[in-house]
């Protein structure tokens, strides 16, 4: 049985001992308060809480403005409605002027949407912050490396995005390899038949289908690519160059996250074969978030099949 | 008193010159909302708000956004006269080698405390810099200026929400209401007159005014500054192109050019050179 973790509590837990640490973070809610498990942080510290209603343009302006005036608003809220309804604040206020706001997006993929269905499912979160210049986007595995991940983009100056779930996430288990923002994280290494790159919350997913694939005698490499930008391009390219196959495997479209960008550094720099596992440019439906990404060819045997058909072109490239 | 505002206009007359001069030379601009927003930002830079072009980010300093952004001509005439960049630099506004963006960019032109361009923002970015003070613990003033077709917007009306919610009193907001945007008369375009009893249903003190009376806007400044349980507005009655008599009531002047004959003529009344 898999175990869950809470990544909104993960969040808004180190962020209480960033604000008790005396810095000068402060915590501006859409009426998101109890989505991302604030109300003990609110109490606490009301000073630094700010809600301003349903109103997520506002909530990003605002605090634009506060950065310009020395705070760091960390803005939490639906992953949706802070990269799509307040895409141009975030593009136009934050990135463009390189403002210290942090952006916290939960419900972050098809599977942490709470089988609220489409309206607050996020798959495209990824690919529109990472279009937009001058933001550090970042894709934590679990709970607590959404606790490493907080710290890390309070600690670098400038516009972060960080996705996090719906509070009931996968746990990964893989603490032992080191979080650095900006530096992928190797968490399983069978050798260099195949690069398995996966982030977020089907990580798990990744790490199962290197099992099957070793147990079939393939050699997988399994590298977590939390942070999407900047992206690790030398370490990526370094693996890309041993194995010239990879399969990417992400909670979000297969076009502007993950896939695509390991897909686009591959083009400039280390062309390969590889296949990209994850929402097939569809609108997905409610469901239970295993089931979902089952249904939506997001399982372990899609990426078992993805890996040895990519292989397969690999080698058939080979021999051409 | 009546020194300070024959000292106003008369800033005004020259910020008004510059804005004609700027947009003549460098073939681009937005001459009609610049010089209807000319008054307000001469008697802010000039009068109003505590700031130090030696020192551009000193902490306390009081804080400006130009929320219309198109009119930043007049914000720009006003940064160079009180000394944040030479006088120079006007003419050259929105080449690729000037800082002069075509709206304004706090990272490229000093003095400009906030980037603005797109429509609507500034009411919540400048609550933002309000609700910040509190933190930092510095009491300095946001002064926020939106126009008519500005506040279409709904994220002004978010933000509008939000500063009743947290008595924002620091915040001022200027709605320069002179009557047209780019596709013609707010009325034709828009349902949103009448303005004033808007604000004041979203529970702010309000205030209106001529925009181009300097008596005015200094008294309603003072009203605004001295009602701390509330954020302001300050709605001013606002002339499109106004000082330059043939661009008044012609929309073409929202964003146009003017040929060496208006650009004579212009100077002629102002009393600007013509060359």
């Known amino acids: ?320 | 008193m009546d020194d300070t505002i024959r000292k106003l206009e008369e800033i005004a007359r020259l910020i008004r010159i510059d804005v004609v001069t700027m947009i003549y030379k460098a073939g681009d601009g937005h001459p009609g909302a610049a010089l209807s927003v000319t008054d307000l930002i001469a008697a802010l830079y000039f009068h109003v708000m505590n700031i130090d072009p030696a020192d551009p980010n000193k902490k306390d300093r009081d804080r400006f956004i130009l929320s219309k952004g198109h009119g930043c001509p007049a914000l720009y005439a006003a940064l160079a006269r009180k000394g944040y960049f030479p006088h120079a630099d006007l003419v050259r506004l929105r080449s690729l080698e000037c800082h002069l963006q075509g709206h304004p960019d706090m990272n490229k032109t000093p003095g400009v405390d906030f980037t603005s361009g797109s429509l609507g923002n500034g009411v919540a970015v400048g609550l933002g810099m309000v609700l910040a003070g509190r933190i930092t613990g510095y009491d300095y003033f946001t002064d926020v200026v939106t126009c008519d077709g500005e506040i279409q917007e709904g994220i002004v009306w978010e933000a509008a929400m939000s500063a009743k919610k947290y008595k924002a009193g620091r915040l001022i907001v200027f709605v320069d209401n002179n009557g047209i945007q780019s596709g013609g008369p707010v009325d034709h375009v828009s349902g949103l007159n009448p303005i004033l009893p808007k604000w004041e249903a979203f529970g702010w003190h309000c205030q209106e005014i001529d925009g181009h009376d300097f008596g005015q806007i200094l008294s309603a400044v003072e009203n605004a500054k001295a009602n701390a349980e509330q954020p302001s507005l300050i709605l001013a009655h606002t002339i499109k192109g106004q000082g330059v008599p043939f661009m008044i009531g012609d929309n073409s002047w929202h964003k146009r050019v003017p040929t060496v004959e208006e650009f004579r003529d212009a100077m002629r009344v102002l009393g600007g050179p013509c060359s």
């Open chain 1, 1 to 320: 049985m898999m175990r869950l973790g809470n990544t909104r509590l993960a969040f808004i837990e180190t962020l209480t001992e960033i604000v008790e640490q005396g810095l000068r973070a402060v915590l501006v809610c859409a009426d998101s308060v109890l989505v991302v498990k604030g109300k003990a942080f609110a109490e606490k510290h009301p000073e630094r809480f700010f809600d301003v209603g349903i109103a997520e343009q506002n909530a990003v302006a605002c605090a634009a403005g506060m950065a310009a005036c020395g705070l760091v608003p960390f803005v939490a809220t639906y992953a949706g409605f802070i990269t799509m309804r307040a895409c141009e604040q975030v593009r136009t206020f934050v990135a463009y002027p390189g403002l210290n706001v942090k952006l916290v997006g939960a419900n972050g993929g098809i599977s942490a949407g709470e089988r609220e269905g489409v309206t607050h499912q996020f798959f495209e979160d990824l690919g529109i912050m990472r279009t937009i210049p001058g933001i550090t986007v970042v894709v934590p595995a679990d709970d607590s490396q959404v606790r490493h991940a907080t710290r890390a983009i309070y600690k670098t100056p400038g516009p972060a995005y960080m996705r996090i779930g719906s509070g009931r996430d996968p746990v990964v288990d893989c603490d032992d390899v080191p979080f650095e923002l900006g530096k992928v994280r190797v968490l399983r290494d069978d050798g260099r038949d195949i690069a398995l790159f996966a982030n977020g919350f089907v990580i798990n997913r990744a790490l199962q289908a290197a099992e099957v694939l070793r147990q079939e005698g393939i050699r997988p490499v399994v590298v977590d690519v939390h942070t999407l930008k900047p992206l690790d391009g030398q370490a990526i390219v370094r693996i890309l160059r041993e194995t010239r196959a990879a399969v990417t495997v992400e909670d979000h479209n297969i076009i502007g996250g993950l896939g695509s960008a390991i897909a686009e550094l591959s083009v400039e720099e280390c062309p390969v074969a590889i296949a990209k596992v994850g929402l097939r440019d569809t609108y997905p439906r409610s469901g239970e978030p295993d089931a979902l990404l089952d249904y939506y060819h997001v399982g372990v045997t899609d990426i078992v099949k993805a890996a040895k058909m990519v292989m397969q072109r690999r080698d058939q490239g080979l021999r051409a």
